[in-house]
Every structure is written in structure tokens, then in C-alpha cells.
């Protein structure tokens, strides 16, 4: 599917001259050189100035457009595409958009997990983000792709959790692809979704190491009195790794991106009773054989699900950080200047559905991904990232608008216009 045809499918969603501006203002995201601001958009989408410049603010910070339509859009298009059948593969996890100002619009002072260390946490001004990303295994393999398909903002002092916030996702996402087998993959800060009761859903993530965990139910004895809803207490879960019997552990190579691992693994099913008092959960605990890595410890409601899936599932769970990074760094997610009311929230939440319709676009149009060029300080390099997908987008785009601007010579050409849009573009490149 084309750029143009990806854009209008959302046409529904807009009237006649806020989708002029939605189009208008996410082809000049992609565009646009430097920094990624609203001006700077507009300056590459509407270079004539042929609307008022603060139309395109006011369509982020109060038009009447609904963020979660174009979640539903975009999530139902990337599963038909890339899922058509199986079990949907989803990862969550939340991140700080920086924002900068004394008066933005839902932001708060967050804990910065990428500046943040084992002995040392920063805080940094922010929005915090909560996101559910769609697991996509390119046609080239390697490293799977993180498609968001949904977000909401989580502000301070919300009344609800990053946790809620993902639970509500996943409900909606399961009323957006009634009769899917959903499976989330998410850090051990969303374990406690184990017992959420997801309709439709597993989750597999990292448990606790001082998880208080159980033996199942025993069966009822038939004696007068409430029945136990739990069995005796287990050790804590590396107790559990340091008891297990050399018999109890199965070798199994792991794919991890870019190669595989050898790993001892241990399964047990057990009853994690203050998260899901109800059903058992499947514990998963993988070691290096080597001795040098100290033992994980995974959690999986997922009980047909082997160890070795499990660990893989979870190593996947990467693509997530790569798309934050891609966001950030090569779309400029945080750059867009708007600070009222639903402006912050609208602009992050683009910056990540672009990146989601970006990757749309290429793996449609070059599944083989073969259109970055080899550089000599590269010379590992095999497969395409989120940037020469990007690049690909932009250049079929900036061919267009040339080749629109261009004639065949005939009389009154003003050759100087192709000129001056290529200077101005070079002009402000950063």
C-alpha cells in the first residue's frame, strides 16, 4: 500500500479540512530536515503558506479527532498485514517523552530509565508514555519490529497505573481483533497483568525473585469447612533454581536477536496467589551453563508454552526499546513544540503511529529491504533499520514533489523553482 493510500484510509476519521491538515502535517514530519517542530513541518508541507500556520496547532492541540481511531485503524491494518493468522504477538512498555517549559500539558517529573542506573536514579520532565507495540518478523528475520498499535499518556498523580493504562489497551485491542489469541510480552513492572483477566489474552514477562509463590489447591477432602484455596509455601525463586535436581533442568538453544544462546532451562507451575489467586502460572527459570550470568527468572500464563519459548518470547521483547530509541532519535518524537491541553499527548502519540505507518509503508513496498546503500564503516551490515526506512520513504516522496515541480521545458518554465525547494531544504538540513 502506498503512502498516499495509507494516509487517506484514515480520511473517515477527520472532517474534510482537519484531514487536509493530518496529511499536510505527517508528510512534512517526514520531510522535514532538522529539528522536528510544528513550524518546521509546515514550512515543508505548505511552503506557499496557503493555510494559516496556526491552523496546524490548533488541529494538534483541539481538533476534533479521536487518537484512539487512529489506533484502531492502524492496529487493524498492521495485524491483516503482518498476523493474519496465529497468536498476535504484543509487547508493552512505557517510556519519557522530555519535554522542556513550566506549563506542559500532562507531563510530570518521571523516573528516566535510560539515564538511570543500578546505584543511581535520575528524574527527568516529561510525558509518560504507555505503549503496546505489535511484534513484526521482517522478511529478512533478524531482529523482530516493534509496530506501535497503541499508547496513552500517564500523568502524574493519575489515578490510573501505567499497569491499568496497558490493561485497558490490551481490552481494547481485544475488541479490535474479536476472535484473536492475543500474547503480551512485558517487564516484570507489568507481571501483576497476570492476574488482570484478560480476555483472550497471556502475558509472559520477568518474575520477581522474591515472588511469594505456592503449591496449587489441594482436592477438596470432603470435610466440613472452607476449602483451601492454596497449597504450602514455596521457596522463593532462586531457592527453587538452587534445589532443582540436575534431572529437572532440559538444554535448549534460544534465539536471541542476532544469534542464539545455549541455556539450561527449569519449568514449574505454580500459584502466584497475591497477583492470580486462581489460576496457575508457569515459572521459567533459565540459566547460563557457564555459570557467568546469574539465573532469570520468567513468568508465563501461558502453561503449553515450552521454557525455551518462553525465554525466546521474552528476548524479543527488545524491538520495544529500539522503537522508543527510533522514535526519539530519527523522528524526532519529542521535538514538536505544543504545550496545551491535548497538544502534548496528540503529538507524541503521532510521532509513534508515523513510526508505525513508516514501517507499514516499506515493508509493503520493499519486503526484500534492500534499499539502504553499503557503507565501508558498516561492513557487517545485512539488513535495513527504522533510519533507511525512513530515508527510502523520504526519497520516493521528495521524487515526487521534483518531478511534480519539473515540466518539459516548455515555455514559462521557471527552472529556479526545483533549485530554490532543493537549497532551502540543504539550507536547514542539520
Known sequence: MGWTALLTAARPLFRAGSFALFTDLLTGWVLAP????????????????????????????????????????LAVHAVATFAPSGVVSLDCDDTLFHKSGRRVAGAGTFRDAVRSTSHRVVYALGLNLVVVTLRVIPPWGDMPIAVPVNARLHKKKDPTTTVEHAAQMLAELADWLPDRQLHLCADGAYACLAGADLAGTHLTSRLRRDAALHQGAPPRTGRPGRPRTKGDRLPAPPELAAKARPRDWVKATINVPGHAVDKLIHTRDVLWYSVNPKELVRLVIVRDPAGVEPDDFFVTTDLSASGADTAARYAGRWSIEVCFRDVKQDLGGENPQSWKRQGPERAACLSLWLHATTWCWYLAEHPAGDTWTPRPWYPRKRTPSFLDALAALRRTLWSQRITTMSTDGSPGHDKTRITNALLDTLAYAA
Open 34 to 73: 532538522g529539528r522536528g517542530t510544528i513550524t518546521a513541518m509546515i514550512a515543508v508541507a505548505d511552503p506557499a503558506c496557503g493555510r494559516a500556520h496556526d491552523a496546524y496547532h490548533r488541529f494538534v492541540r483541539d481538533g476534533a479527532w479521536s487518537v484512539s481511531g487512529l489506533w484502531r485503524l
